[in-house]
């Protein structure tokens, strides 16, 4: 499975951004989606994460409200839109997929740099 991320970039703060994330190869290995991020001195930690059968989604609490995850089955692309940003979302944002045999997140695209200005 490849994933490769795109649309991070430079927002003012009360801004929006939308990252993308298209899938390919092994896609049906694939059985939930999410996206992570690791901010300057922070440990990495889940934003969201989208279920690939039935669509169920997780938020992190300091998102809820703010971000929303997506999907485009038809394209193999995963979408996060983000609105209100803060300073605090700055981060590296990954797209990961987890596999449905071990359970574990075991794909990751290279990142895409989201930097938010007060």
């Known amino acids: 499975v490849q994933l490769v991320e795109s649309g991070g970039g430079l927002v003012q703060a009360g801004g929006s951004l939308r990252l993308s994330c298209a899938a390919s190869g092994s896609i049906f290995r694939i059985d939930a989606m999410g996206w992570f991020r690791q901010g300057p001195g922070k440990e990495r930690e889940l934003v969201s994460r989208?279920?690939?059968?039935?669509?169920?989604?997780y938020y992190a609490e300091s998102v809820k409200g703010r971000f929303t995850i997506s999907r485009d089955a038809a394209k193999n692309t995963l979408y996060l839109e983000m609105n209100r940003l803060k300073p605090e979302d700055t981060a590296m944002y990954y797209c990961a997929a987890r596999d449905d045999y071990s359970g574990e997140y075991d794909y990751w695209g290279q990142g895409t740099q989201v930097t938010v200005t007060s």
């Open positions: 989208i279920v690939s059968s039935g669509g169920s989604t």
